[in-house]
């Protein structure tokens, strides 16, 4: 069985989480979690990571990480292997702490930081360990709500700024985007993973494959990534829309495009040819597509039942 792809090039963006061995709970203390805080920290300062969201549950983490340097081994190997150092010291163990190597999602930030940041500091309510995640000790949530003082390692800026340019109004607005996601249960954004190891559109896909993966040679863990799914045919795709989306055509319109751009495999060329559209306004009708989704609980089950009926 092939290992999980690694792709790594200078500002990706990843959601990284890592487990206790045999779920086991990897953080047994106070001291333990502020220890693990530390070392994102050392991070940062020592190999440039950025991190703009984390959360520690007992048994596992998340991480929301840019990679300026493109060395996401080696900041992982710093954060887990310290880590486990010390955990082990700590109570005069030896042994593996975390179960097998930390799994890593590459994410197209565009689109999917919102929405993964939501999910990530969601995780102590799924857990119902806080009715309001913006009281959870141990995630990152409550420096985006509130105007509590962040550590300088804690990167907020990158997603506060899709909520506005006033450091106030993205704040409250964030706290707004991330308590709707507790009225209305928020599916995981990793389900709609095209691959194993890439978050984001085909296009997104075969953008990673072209440049950052174009001269790499014969690898074991490449056949991961060419486990593509196969695409969806357009006039199916258009087809579910017309018959499930009534009433408005420009909507219908932004709808067709958003699952052309994600799931078909053409080039934006090719479906810009055929909607007599240019490639950005392709993204951008896109990005609305998924915006109003993410902020409406009503359109989210309409492309939801898109997805049921063209199969993805």
């Known amino acids: 069985m092939a290992r999980p792809l690694r792709i790594e090039y200078p500002r990706a963006f990843y959601h990284v989480t890592s487990r206790g ?21 050392s991070a940062t300062e020592r ?18 990480i840019e990679t300026p340097l493109g060395n996401l081994s080696k900041i992982m190997q710093h954060i887990n292997g310290a880590y486990t150092m010390y955990f082990n010291t ?20 565009d689109e999917y930081a919102k929405e993964l940041s939501r999910y990530i500091h969601l995780n ?4 119902c360990i806080e009715k309001d995640p913006s009281d959870y000790e141990w995630s990152s949530c ?73 001269y790499r040679g014969p690898d074991r863990e490449l056949p991961d990534l060419n486990e593509r799914s196969r695409p969806i045919d357009m006039r199916k795709i258009e087809e579910a829309v017309d018959q499930i989306v009534l009433g408005d055509e420009k909507l219908t319109r932004q709808i067709k495009l958003y ?15 055929r909607y007599g559209i240019t490639e950005s306004g392709i993204t ?29």
């Open 21 to 41: 061995n045999e779920r086991k709970s990897i953080f047994r203390s106070y001291r333990d979690r502020e220890k693990f805080l530390e070392y994102l920290e």
């Open 47 to 64: 190999y440039g990571a950025v991190i703009h969201v984390y959360c520690l549950m007992d048994n596992h983490y998340h991480l929301f």
């Open 90 to 109: 700590k109570r005069n163990r030896a042994g593996h702490l975390m179960q097998g190597r930390y799994k890593s999602i590459l994410v197209d930030a």
């Open 124 to 127: 102590p309510v799924r857990a």
């Open 142 to 214: 409550g420096y985006y709500t509130t105007k509590k003082k962040a550590p300088e390692w804690l990167k907020r800026e990158f997603i506060l700024s899709y909520f506005g340019k006033k450091h106030s109004d993205a704040i409250k607005k964030y706290k707004e985007f991330v308590e709707a996601g507790i009225v209305e249960v928020q599916e995981s954004p990793l389900e709609e993973r095209l691959h194993s190891v890439i978050l984001g559109s085909q296009a997104f896909v075969d953008k990673v494959k072209s440049v950052h993966l174009k």
């Open 259 to 273: 699952f052309c751009h994600r799931y078909t495999g053409l080039k934006l060329k090719e479906i810009g040819k």
């Open 284 to 312: 951008q009708a896109s990005r609305r597509v998924r915006m109003k989704s993410e902020n409406n609980p009503k359109f989210r089950r309409i492309i939801k039942k898109i997805r049921k009926v063209v199969k993805v």
